[in-house]
Structures are given as structure tokens and as C-alpha cells.
């Protein structure tokens, strides 16, 4: 990982590049080669599984992230110990949208959204970087949180490791609609064909027991509930 | 992978083991060693991130799951280009059950419940125990819908590829409740702190639009209808 703060940069192209870590290899029709399909599924949720490789072997942790237009911002702790290096990684952000239940068991799926992003991160060290991508975190999982809660001082800006990973090499599959077999033989067996919803909602904020009455939810939060996320 | 079918094996510990791969590193109040929260985190979910290494580099793909008392069957027709050979995965399921907003942005948080599995996953090609593990499968996400929807006839099951992997070497983190800054000095500032939980649930059933209008929805799918998942 290198530690300078990255050199202006061209934007990303408004298509995804085909290469040989992203090119669709299987369900070539769940594919899309949209960036903006890319940013839709990042913005809507704010947990990743970060995939790297240990002694040769695979580990997978799940760990927040934030993005900007180019960078996905990675809160790296959790698999610091993993990364002392200039090591590839995989992160993959899935939104299970339904049970897709056909007549035949063969033809029973997902419906999903799924970006997988590779590359080499860069550990952030630049001390404005450093505060400018905590804030991507933060603000990303909570829009308005950044400037409501205490920000990190000296101390804990040091103790934090973020990592930064380029958006470039990226890919997106899609799984959307009814189930397949609607126009074959199982069609004709009279058996329930359709999908099942799943929706991740936000509930009502939760107060810290210790927190004292007189403190009141903050507009920014409170008006999540019943909201959906994903 | 090996084809045969697995040995009659005894029950796996009430313990999850301590290994070079499970021992918790980090966060080691967040970790579980009781196999009931393995097996509840198992549970209610369908979805994996399926973590490979392709030519060095990581690949984290989701994917679905079912688990019986020993193993954890995949489909695994989305990684079979990657798990020709005796290769190491990790498996990594993942519950995001809400927000942590403490008064200080360093020690905000996500609760969330997660299992980690490592092994060499079997490819099922014993005919017997591919449908034992497919039954597995369906049923894991849709109860019910094993006994309702077409099984897999020959030509099918030769066209899926399962994969079987042991539920003996895994671990479990869990986080749950209020900000841990309840009792410090950022107590004092004013700020609110709780938690914003997130619950995912199952909606309406949506029929396939050229589904006939006198097919009913079957009870076992009927009644999830504003059930949690999750």
C-alpha cells in the first residue's frame, strides 16, 4: 500500500471496462456494463464483504465502506492484518431483493443486486485524505452524521486505518422479474409461479439506556424510519 | 473435490473449534464460540459470499446456501470455474442488524451477527446425496416449496453443480446494543447516541404476470407475507 494521496485523476468512463476479472462468465444476461448501476447499488447499502487471500487462502469479513466518485473508502482495521502489502482484494456489496419461486425447482433463484470491485487499495495516510474519507464513511451510512457527532481527533484519526480501493475494475449483475419457466412445459402443471419481496427497512431509533432524556433525536436520524434501505 | 459421498461421521462439537483460521484476532468480545449461533446466524439467511482465490487474487461471489447438522451445500455452478481441484473457500454470512451512532464518529458501529467458514468444499455427485442436498437447499429459503414446486429430474441434476462443505471449522462474531461511549467523556457533549436497527422483511407474493389467475398462492408461501427475515 502505498501512503501519498492520489494525483488528480481523469473521471472513471461511464461504462464498466470489461477485463478479465470482470468479464461476465456466467448469466451473461444479469450483466451490466453501467456505471451508474454501479453507484445505485454502492449507495444503497453500506456494508461490503472484503475478500482477500491469507497463506493462499481465501478469507472473506464483512466491513463498511463509503464511496466518492472514484474511491470506495474501506474501514480497513478488520483486515489490516491482511493487507500489509500491496495485496489484491475483492469487494462485492449484494442486495437480496427476493425469493424467485418457479413451477420447477430447477428454475428457482434470486432476485439481486450485486457489484464485485478488485484491485490493490491503498492505505490513507494523508491526513486530509484521511479526515475527507471518514467523512465519505460516515456520511454514507448516516447522511448527517459528519457534522453532528464529535469528529475523530488527532488520536483516533491515527488509530483508524482506512483504505482506499479505485472504483476502475469493477462489475455489476442484476437479477430482476418473474421466473423463467413461464413459457415451457411447467407452465401447464398449475403450480404457483412468482416471486417473494424482501425488504431491509429502517426501524425507530433505538436511545443508548444511559442517555439522558432531555437529549432528542436528531432530525437527520429520526427521519429514516419506516424508510427503506437497500 | 473428491465425488464419493461423505462417511458416516460423528456430531460435530457443541464448541466451534479455536484454529489458525478462527481465532479471533480482533474484536475478541464480539466473538461466539457456541455452535447454536453459528447455526441461528446459518439460518436466517439463504445468501453467502463465497470467497475464492482465482490465479492469486480473491474472488467473493454470492451466492445460496443450505446447511444440514454437518455440511453447508452451495450452489455452486457460480464459482465452478473457480473450485476445479481441491481448492480452500471461505463462506461468510452476514446480518446487518442496524446503525451504532455513538457521540463520537470513532466509535460508531454497525450490529450485526456474522459466521465464517473455512474448508475444501466437496463436489455432491453422488446422485442420492445431490438430491438430499438440493431438498436441503430449497427448503433452507422456501419451506415447504421441496413438496410443491417440480423436483429436479436426471437431466437436471447432472446440469447442477452442489457443493458440499463441513461446518467444523468456522466462527461467529456478534455485535449487539448501545454505543460503547456511554461512560466516557464524550458523555457529555450533548450528543444523541442509540442505535438505528434494520430489519429486512418478506412482502406480498408477486405472481409471474402470465401465471393463470386461478392458481392460489400456496399456503407455506402465503403466510411469510410481513414475516423478518433475517
Not at 423463467?180 to 443508548?208: K, Q
Request: hydrophobic share 35%; proline share 10%; aromatic share 4%.
Amino acid at each position: 500500500m502505498t501512503s501519498s494521496p492520489p494525483p488528480a485523476q481523469p473521471p472513471l468512463s461511464a461504462d464498466l471496462p470489461r477485463t478479465d476479472l470482470t468479464r461476465h462468465r456466467r448469466l451473461r444476461e444479469q450483466g451490466s456494463l453501467d456505471r451508474a448501476d454501479l453507484d445505485a447499488i454502492l449507495d444503497a447499502g453500506f456494508v461490503c464483504h472484503l475478500g482477500v487471500v491469507v497463506d493462499g487462502r481465501p478469507l472473506v469479513v464483512p466491513t463498511v465502506y463509503g464511496r466518492d466518485e472514484r474511491w470506495l473508502y474501506l474501514h480497513g482495521s478488520v483486515a489490516s492484518r491482511s493487507l500489509a502489502g500491496d495485496l489484491p482484494v475483492c469487494v462485492t456489496v449484494t442486495h437480496v431483493d427476493g425469493l424467485v419461486l418457479a413451477r420447477s425447482v430447477f428454475e428457482h433463484g434470486v432476485n439481486y443486486r450485486s457489484a464485485v470491485i478488485h484491485g490493490v487499495p491503498r492505505e490513507v495516510t494523508d491526513p486530509d485524505e484521511k479526515l475527507v474519507g471518514l467523512r465519505t464513511l460516515t456520511e454514507h451510512a448516516t447522511p448527517g452524521q459528519w457534522s453532528y457527532a464529535r469528529r475523530p481527533n488527532r488520536k483516533e484519526l491515527a488509530a483508524t486505518t482506512l483504505l482506499a480501493l479505485s472504483l476502475e475494475e469493477a462489475s455489476v449483475k442484476i437479477r430482476t422479474g418473474a421466473p423463467d419457466d413461464g413459457d415451457g412445459p411447467d407452465a401447464e402443471l398449475g403450480v404457483w409461479a412468482g416471486t417473494l419481496p424482501l425488504t431491509s427497512t429502517w426501524g425507530a431509533p433505538v436511545p443508548d439506556p444511559v442517555l439522558p432524556p432531555d437529549i432528542p433525536v436528531p432530525e437527520h436520524i429520526a427521519r429514516r424510519e419506516g424508510a427503506r434501505q437497500g
